[in-house]
């Protein structure tokens, strides 16, 4: 619904808002925290890395006291901005009073103007958002200033009505967290059942089609499995073909599509296409099997039409003694190993040949089919919430955008307003 126009709305320098909000600069409703102080064992340090983007979900904390750099101090309720990056929406509200990165802004109401619970829904805005893109200055850390966020001009409702719409977008944030610990409850629960399942197995099956837990274990270098498995280099049950390396004067605007690391993991939905007639191993058909091993990292399965895989992709194929399902679930569990054993800034390094020789634990065909088939049906649960999650987030930031232009009006009662 338009509101230009509308009676009961008025054009201001924030755009129409309705006759009894006022269009004002967010700093005269907001200030940031001035005060620096330095990490002590105890006190607690946010971080960047601790605000998860587009959620405003604090993900934790450090309290070592082992950040040795000048920080800010924050209280309880302020608004924790990111400043730098910006576009990757992190927030939160601060649910203690502690010490952060200087790259984060503390933000909060300034002389009772304001509720910081509707200032954490207001900074989360296209109001804010879309100035923040043209403001932020830097091109390979762009940050954004306070004296710059301040400046822009915002329809604010007053207090009570504030208040108001905070409590609504809470309740919208409430049921968002509901969800995401499910979705991590559920990604715990796979977790432990891989460690289980590629351990202990689901057993055999019995005259009466069911499974019987096994009774015989053995000592492997895999650790203990059932005595019916088998240790095997992956090479022998598995083939791994390398990706082709393209010269720019290969690519073409039409032809068969190139899956590129940036295809797989989501961060570019945009293909590069080839005519070259190329050996039938270096195709990828729908349902087959891919690794990326180059800075991205992990099995992913293919479901789009015929394409060719680059260069930093293998494509890997399952003998017959090996479940495709079973094989892709053992890779997740191998990629999350080998990026345990990585500190810092040390990369990941991956070879074919170490790929080849890296050992597999084997059941019997059926056992990896009904392993596959179990772990298949968690992430069936998980993909179901997550689905959830954008269904609501979506929900939420509709409902978010006309309350915070005033297209949509929420009731207050009048002894709130001094009516």
Same mark, same amino acid.
């Given at each position: 619904?338009?509101?230009?126009?509308?009676?009961?709305?008025?054009?201001?320098?924030?755009?129409?808002?309705?006759?009894?909000?006022?269009?004002?600069?967010?700093?005269?409703?907001?200030?940031?925290?001035?005060?620096?102080?330095?990490?002590?064992?105890?006190?607690?340090?946010?971080?960047?890395?601790?605000?998860?983007?587009?959620?405003?979900?604090?993900?934790?904390?450090?309290?070592?006291?082992?950040?040795?750099? $000048?920080?800010?101090?924050?209280?309880?309720?302020?608004?924790?901005?990111?400043?730098?990056?910006?576009?990757?929406?992190?927030?939160?509200?601060?649910?203690?009073?502690?010490?952060?990165?200087?790259?984060?802004?503390?933000?909060?109401?300034?002389?009772?103007?304001?509720?910081?619970?509707?200032?954490?829904?207001?900074?989360?805005?296209?109001?804010?958002?879309?100035?923040?893109?043209?403001?932020?200055?830097?091109?390979?850390?762009?940050?954004?200033?306070?004296?710059?966020?301040?400046?822009?001009?915002?329809?604010?409702?007053?207090?009570?009505?504030?208040?108001? $719409?905070?409590?609504?977008?809470?309740?919208?944030?409430?049921?968002?967290?509901?969800?995401?610990?499910? $979705?991590?409850?559920?990604?715990?629960?796979?977790?432990?059942?891989?460690?289980?399942?590629?351990?202990?197995?689901?057993?055999?099956?019995?005259?009466?089609?069911?499974?019987?837990?096994?009774?015989?274990?053995?000592?492997?270098?895999?650790?203990? $499995?059932?005595?019916?498995?088998?240790?095997?280099?992956?090479?022998?049950?598995?083939?791994?073909?390398?990706?082709?390396?393209?010269?720019?004067?290969?690519?073409?605007?039409?032809?068969?599509?190139?899956?590129?690391?940036?295809?797989?993991?989501?961060?570019?939905?945009?293909?590069?296409?080839?005519?070259?007639?190329?050996?039938?191993?270096?195709?990828?058909?729908?349902?087959?099997?891919?690794?990326?091993?180059?800075?991205?990292?992990?099995?992913?399965?293919?479901?789009?039409?015929?394409?060719?895989?680059?260069?930093?992709?293998?494509?890997?194929?399952?003998?017959?003694?090996?479940?495709?399902?079973?094989?892709?679930?053992?890779?997740?569990?191998?990629?999350?190993?080998?990026?345990?054993?990585?500190?810092?800034?040390?990369?990941?390094?991956?070879?074919?040949?170490?790929?080849?020789?890296?050992?597999?634990?084997?059941?019997?065909?059926?056992?990896?089919?009904?392993?596959?088939?179990?772990?298949?049906?968690?992430?069936?649960?998980?993909?179901?919430?997550?689905?959830?999650?954008?269904?609501?987030?979506?929900?939420?930031?509709?409902?978010?955008?006309?309350?915070?232009?005033?297209?949509?009006?929420?009731?207050?009662?009048?002894?709130?307003?001094?009516?």
């Amino acid at each position: 619904m338009s509101i230009v126009g509308v009676p009961g709305y008025q054009e201001t320098a924030a755009g129409w808002i309705p006759t009894d909000w006022s269009a004002l600069p967010l700093g005269a409703i907001a200030s940031v925290r001035k005060d620096r102080g330095v990490a002590k064992q105890g006190v607690r340090c946010v971080e960047l890395e601790h605000v998860e983007p587009e959620t405003g979900r604090l993900l934790g904390w450090d309290s070592s006291g082992v950040q040795a750099s $000048i920080k800010t101090t924050f209280k309880r309720g302020d608004v924790l901005f990111g400043k730098l990056r910006p576009y990757l929406r992190k927030y939160a509200i601060a649910p203690f009073d502690g010490i952060c990165s200087t790259e984060i802004l503390a933000i909060h109401d300034r002389d009772g103007q304001s509720d910081n619970r509707f200032l954490f829904h207001l900074m989360q805005g296209d109001g804010v958002f879309a100035t923040v893109k043209v403001l932020s200055y830097g091109t390979k850390m762009p940050r954004v200033s306070w004296t710059d966020l301040s400046d822009i001009v915002l329809g604010i409702p007053p207090l009570p009505e504030q208040q108001e $719409i905070a409590t609504i977008l809470s309740a919208a944030d409430d049921k968002l967290a509901v969800i995401a610990r499910q $979705i991590e409850a559920t990604q715990a629960l796979k977790r432990g059942l891989m460690h289980t399942l590629f351990s202990r197995g689901v057993g055999t099956l019995d005259t009466g089609g069911r499974w019987v837990p096994h009774a015989e274990f053995k000592d492997t270098e895999l650790g203990e $499995i059932p005595a019916g498995w088998e240790v095997v280099p992956q090479g022998s049950v598995a083939t791994f073909f390398n990706g082709r390396a393209y010269k720019l004067t290969e690519w073409e605007e039409t032809g068969t599509p190139v899956i590129r690391l940036q295809n797989l993991t989501g961060s570019g939905d945009k293909y590069y296409y080839s005519n070259l007639v190329l050996p039938d191993h270096q195709y990828v058909e729908k349902g087959d099997l891919l690794y990326m091993w180059s800075a991205t990292f992990g099995p992913y399965i293919w479901w789009g039409d015929k394409a060719i895989y680059h260069y930093h992709i293998w494509k890997v194929e399952c003998g017959e003694r090996l479940h495709q399902g079973f094989m892709y679930y053992s890779l997740v569990r191998l990629t999350a190993a080998m990026k345990g054993k990585t500190h810092g800034s040390t990369m990941m390094h991956l070879t074919k040949a170490g790929m080849e020789k890296n050992p597999l634990v084997l059941p019997p065909i059926g056992e990896q089919m009904r392993i596959a088939e179990v772990l298949s049906g968690v992430d069936s649960k998980i993909e179901l919430l997550r689905t959830r999650q954008s269904h609501f987030r979506t929900l939420k930031r509709g409902l978010m955008q006309k309350l915070l232009t005033g297209e949509l009006l929420v009731s207050v009662d009048a002894s709130a307003t001094g009516t």
